[in-house]
């Protein structure tokens, strides 16, 4: 196992009541883009949107647990689209159009990330584009996994990702689920990572210690990760605690703070 963390806090919420469409949506071309885990064949479907002039990047959304759909972390796809980066999402499994069964689990957050990537990267017409994976919580632990397997990746973005425990990197070995043969520390990950990284989270955050966090990854100075810790920022991103439960901000999960919004867009832009 790679963490021995609890989500028991939002593992059973249902996402898909919180997506929303992209504000002025017709200033952009969009593409449903159907994928299919060929191991269980089920088919999952998603959209890309992207811009009407050249774009050189899409991101793959990946929201961490519960029910998610095709809408999910809208206001990071309407500020991606504004600077000029395509954005991929697809609905989970029995969500939406995606077919299969409900599934709160990591291993299956991780498969259908890998079919998803796989899918986009056999597109001749997104050939020549960079295509990067960003992961809010659990699903940014799927992004390092679909990392690890070998599927290329030409950037990533953990945000909120709890990657320690006790101001250690996670101790038990990293093991692919992809490639269960693969087994490397999760500081060795990191210290040989090879492609561009994002590490952002928020000071308020009570899933993980965001500042030891950072501390673990700067002394492992590798200059393809850059980290931005946040002041007075929660698990999403968002200023305040994480009891949002017990306010109106339940319903508002994905409005993330502006500062957050930029840092991402900036650092995507200058890769």
Same mark, same amino acid.
């Given at each position: 196992?790679?963490?021995?963390?609890?989500?028991?806090? !939002?593992?059973? #919420?249902?996402?898909?009541?919180?997506?929303?469409?992209?504000? =002025?949506?017709?200033?952009?071309?969009?593409?449903?883009?159907?994928?299919?885990? @060929?191991?269980?064949?089920?088919?999952? @479907?998603?959209?890309?949107?992207?811009?009407?002039?050249?774009?050189?990047?899409?991101? %793959?959304?990946?929201?961490?647990?519960? #029910?998610?759909?095709?809408?999910?972390?809208?206001?990071?796809?309407?500020?991606?689209?504004?600077?000029?980066?395509?954005?991929?999402?697809?609905? =989970?499994?029995?969500?939406?159009?995606?077919?299969?069964?409900?599934?709160?689990?990591?291993?299956?957050? !991780?498969? =259908?990330?890998?079919?998803?990537?796989? &899918?986009?990267?056999?597109?001749?017409?997104? @050939?020549?584009?960079? !295509?990067?994976?960003?992961?809010?919580?659990?699903?940014?632990?799927?992004?390092?996994?679909?990392? #690890?397997?070998?599927?290329?990746?030409?950037?990533?973005?953990?945000?909120?990702?709890?990657?320690?425990?006790?101001?250690?990197?996670?101790?038990?070995?990293?093991?692919?689920?992809?490639?269960?043969?693969?087994? %490397?520390?999760?500081?060795?990950?990191?210290? &040989?990572?090879?492609?561009?990284?994002?590490?952002?989270?928020?000071?308020?955050?009570?899933?993980?210690?965001?500042?030891?966090?950072?501390?673990?990854?700067?002394?492992?100075?590798?200059?393809?990760?850059? %980290?931005?810790?946040?002041?007075?920022?929660?698990?999403?991103?968002?200023?305040?605690?994480?009891d949002w439960k017990k306010t109106k901000e339940? #319903? &508002?999960?994905?409005? !993330?703070?502006?500062?957050?919004? &930029?840092?991402?867009?900036?650092?995507?832009?200058?890769?």
């Open positions: 196992m790679l963490l021995f963390i609890s989500f028991n806090k !939002i593992s059973s #919420q249902n996402n898909s009541d919180f997506g929303k469409g992209i504000k =002025d949506i017709e200033r952009y071309n969009s593409k449903e883009i159907d994928f299919i885990d @060929s191991e269980e064949n089920v088919k999952l @479907s998603g959209t890309l949107i992207f811009p009407k002039t050249n774009y050189s990047k899409i991101v %793959v959304i990946t929201p961490g647990s519960g #029910q998610n759909n095709r809408n999910s972390h809208y206001n990071i796809a309407e500020e991606l689209l504004k600077n000029g980066i395509a954005v991929y999402r697809f609905d =989970d499994r029995g969500v939406g159009k995606s077919g299969g069964k409900v599934n709160f689990g990591v291993d299956q957050i !991780i498969k =259908d990330l890998y079919y998803a990537l796989n &899918n986009l990267q056999k597109i001749d017409s997104l @050939s020549n584009k960079k !295509i990067g994976a960003l992961g809010h919580s659990l699903g940014g632990i799927a992004t390092i996994d679909v990392y #690890q397997s070998g599927l290329k990746i030409d950037f990533l973005i953990l945000m909120a990702t709890p990657i320690e425990k006790f101001g250690k990197f996670n101790k038990p070995q990293y093991n692919s689920r992809r490639n269960p043969e693969i087994k %490397v520390s999760t500081k060795m990950l990191f210290q &040989n990572l090879q492609i561009p990284m994002l590490f952002i989270a928020g000071t308020n955050d009570s899933f993980f210690n965001s500042t030891e966090t950072a501390a673990l990854i700067h002394d492992l100075n590798n200059k393809n990760i850059e %980290v931005k810790i946040i002041n007075g920022l929660n698990h999403f991103l968002r200023a305040g605690s994480d339940y #319903q &508002n999960l994905y409005e !993330i703070n502006p500062q957050a919004l &930029n840092e991402i867009t900036s650092w995507i832009a200058k890769i």
